[in-house]
């Protein structure tokens, strides 16, 4: 799927906005912003207020624009499972602060700021991830187990 791809066939362009649906509007969104092929897409909370398949879609939809297009997206979002499926790199803010940084797998696994890790407390046990694999980016096979608070027993692996 291509951002051109995205969208219907032509009855779709006949369409007043209010006629669209929450993904269908932020696929045209991401396909205007992506019409002069820039080096750099700033994606804003792309999933906000969408249903999980359109969620799927738009990450689907911003992988590939990365993947074919050599896009770098920078992902601005409080989903942290989309950002473990899409992103190398993550940085955790606090109060427009940056509290913490590095590899996803990094702080997704070994947390150090008390911020970080109640986010990351939040996550189910296990959570995918994508790396960068000779250029381009694969699944991992396996599974890294996010760190999880209990309150009797702390942080575990």
């Known amino acids: ?57 738009v990450i689907d939809l911003l992988k590939e624009l990365n993947q074919e297009m050599n896009m770098a997206v920078l992902l601005i979002s409080h989903e942290l499972l989309s950002i473990a499926s899409l992103c190398r790199r993550v940085a955790i803010l606090e109060k427009g602060e940056v509290v913490e940084s590095g590899p996803v797998e990094q702080i997704f696994c070994s947390p150090e700021h008390p911020y970080t890790r109640a986010l990351v407390g939040t996550l189910p046990v296990e959570l995918p991830v994508f790396s960068a694999a000779k250029g381009s980016r694969e699944s991992r096979t396996r599974i890294f187990k996010a760190h999880l608070r209990t309150p009797t027993h702390g942080w575990r692996a």
Not at 1 to 8: I, V
Not at 10 to 24: D, H, K, M, T
Not at 27 to 38: D, E, G, N
């Open 1 to 57: 799927m291509t951002a051109s791809d995205s969208l219907p066939d032509e009855a779709f362009l006949r369409l007043y906005p209010r006629q669209l649906s929450v993904g269908q509007a932020q696929r045209v969104l991401i396909a205007m912003a992506v019409m002069h092929r820039p080096r750099l897409l700033i994606a804003d909370e792309p999933t906000s207020a969408l249903d999980a398949i359109s969620r799927t879609e």
